[in-house]
């Protein structure tokens, strides 16, 4: 995909680059620890059979991620 959108959009398989987040308080400092600060890489690898939660790569690690929090992350393809 080009241009901006949120993570919870991105197709398995596919990567991107995180550009902000949204949200704020513990969540935006929950995923900042986790590693979703500008400029990393995300890799979607597997969503659920329901398509919630989603497993993502990011720094060497892999992370589920409800779809109500990866709303919150924006990104670029």
Same mark, same amino acid.
């Given at each position: 995909?080009?241009?901006?959108?949120?993570?919870?959009?991105?197709? +398995? $398989? +596919?990567?991107?680059?995180? @550009?902000?987040?949204? @949200?704020r308080g513990?969540?935006?400092?929950?995923?900042? *620890?986790?590693?979703? /600060?500008? $400029? &990393?890489?995300? &890799? @979607?690898?597997?969503?659920?059979?329901?398509? *919630?939660?989603?497993?993502?790569? /990011? @720094?060497?690690?892999? /992370?589920?991620?409800?779809?109500?929090?990866? *709303?919150? /992350?924006? &990104?670029?393809?």
């Amino acid at each position: 995909m080009k241009g901006t959108y949120r993570l919870s959009g991105l197709r +398995e $398989g +596919e990567d991107c680059r995180v @550009c902000r987040l949204l @949200c704020r308080g513990r969540l935006r400092n929950r995923l900042s *620890d986790l590693g979703f /600060i500008p $400029g &990393v890489r995300v &890799v @979607c690898l597997k969503k659920s059979f329901s398509g *919630d939660p989603v497993a993502y790569k /990011i @720094c060497g690690t892999v /992370i589920a991620l409800r779809n109500s929090d990866a *709303d919150d /992350i924006i &990104v670029s393809g």
